[in-house]
Antibody
Framework: QVQLQQSGPGLVKPSQTLSLTCDIS??????????WNWFRQSPSRGLEWLGR?????????DYAGSVRSRIIITPDSSKNQFSLHLNSVTPEDTAVYYC??????????WGQGTMVTVSS | QSALTQPPSASGSPGQSVTISCTGT?????????VSWYQQHPGKAPKLLIY???KRPSGVPDRFSGSKSGNTASLTVSGLQAEDEADYYC??????????FGGGTKVTVL
């Protein structure tokens, strides 16, 4: 049974970097059959895909245009986890953040969600 | 403003059917057979209901069905039950290795 467990701070100061980690159990971050994604959800922006990391002989990433200049998603195969780093945050980045696995081109396993508030 | 357009609300009585539309463009829904649908109850993470337009993951009741015509995909919930009251989101693969979502539809069971 695949499970994703998120961790990270719930409060980030403006202009700093938001960092969250997603621990994977029951699958591998290096799986050829999956991609590992980050999303956020807020009343103003709805549900928004942020980006993904995946392994296909080498590591690859794709990022949403709305955050491409500020985001990095990094895998850690030794800990079987992946992380989101979003820099230069503003109050507009306040949202519930989710990690999720993509298989069959759909998001079938989700983390529990982390409410992140950007405020001084 | 979401890339995919869904009606904000839909409703039906127990036992009835409700259909939710999801309209994109030829760069999203119309160009890919990778439309998926998600159910989200308050305070919970989304749950996958339909993938690849019309396929159901193991454990999802066959009351949930999906289809697509041109740039519009649809989710039908047949035999509405009280526990079907939730928000529903569509998603599609899109150009430039992107994924886009609809704004969500709140389904009310009357």
């Amino acid at each position: 049974q695949v499970q994703l467990q998120q961790s990270g701070p719930g409060l980030v100061k403006p202009s700093q970097t938001l960092s969250l980690t997603c621990d994977i159990s029951g699958d591998s971050v290096s799986s050829y059959d999956a991609a590992w994604n980050w999303f956020r959800q807020s009343p103003s922006r709805g549900l928004e895909w942020l980006g993904r990391t995946y392994y296909r002989s080498r590591w690859g990433n794709d990022y949403a245009g709305s955050v491409r200049s500020r985001i990095i998603i990094t895998p850690d195969s030794s800990k079987n986890q992946f992380s989101l780093h979003l820099n230069s945050v503003t109050p507009e980045d306040t949202a519930v953040y989710y990690c999720a696995r993509a298989a069959h081109r759909a998001f079938d396993i989700w983390g529990q969600g982390t409410m992140v508030t950007v405020s001084s | 403003q979401s890339a995919l357009t869904q009606p904000p609300s839909a409703s039906g009585s127990p036992g009835q059917s409700v259909t939710i539309s999801c309209t994109g463009t030829s760069s999203s829904v119309g160009g890919y057979n990778y439309v998926s649908w998600y159910q989200q109850h308050p305070g919970k993470a989304p749950k996958l209901l339909i993938y690849e337009v019309s396929k159901r993951p193991s454990g999802v009741p066959d009351r949930f069905s999906g289809s697509k015509s041109g740039n519009t995909a649809s989710l039908t919930v047949s035999g509405l039950q009280a526990e079907d009251e939730a928000d529903y989101y569509c998603s599609s693969d899109a150009d430039s290795s992107n994924w886009v979502f609809g704004g969500g539809t709140k389904v009310t069971v009357l």
